[in-house]
């Protein structure tokens, strides 16, 4: 059983940071590439950013200069460094693992089958 907890969100003032983690203790890093997206309230859940298995990433450009993932194999989590922050910002987060091992991140959220809780993330000008 793959389960995947994210943690770490909160309010905050727009330019602060936060910095969140997901921990999937079923899961072997190593082998996984993972994602993070975001839900606004009354939108789609749309792609953040993601890491592959060997450690490349790729940023969707609305946060490219601002927010950083980064992994620990060893304690098999994944974060989310989220540094100038926005109230367009705002949003639930969710990480994702796919099923398959080796594989490319998707941007789509049908790339994914297992998803963490969510965590919100509010940020106020």
């Known amino acids: 059983q793959v389960q995947l907890v994210e943690s770490g969100g909160g309010l905050v003032q727009a330019g602060d940071s936060l910095r969140l983690p997901c921990a999937a203790p079923?899961?072997?890093?190593?082998?996984?590439?993972m994602g993070w997206f975001l839900q606004a309230l009354g939108m789609e859940r749309e792609f953040v950013t993601g890491?592959?298995?060997?450690?490349?990433?790729d940023y969707e450009d609305a946060v490219k200069s601002r927010f950083t993932i980064t992994k620990d194999n060893g304690k098999n989590t994944v974060y989310l460094q989220m540094n100038s922050l926005k109230p367009e910002d705002t949003a639930v987060y969710y990480c994702?693992?796919?099923?398959?091992?080796?594989?490319?991140?998707?941007?789509?959220?049908?790339?994914?089958?297992?998803w963490g809780q969510g965590t919100q993330v509010t940020v106020s000008s």
């Open positions: 079923g899961l072997t890093f190593r082998t996984v590439s």
């Open positions: 994702a693992a796919p099923s398959t091992y080796y594989s490319d991140v998707d941007y789509s959220p049908s790339g994914y089958r297992y």
């Open positions: 890491i592959r298995w060997s450690g490349s990433t």
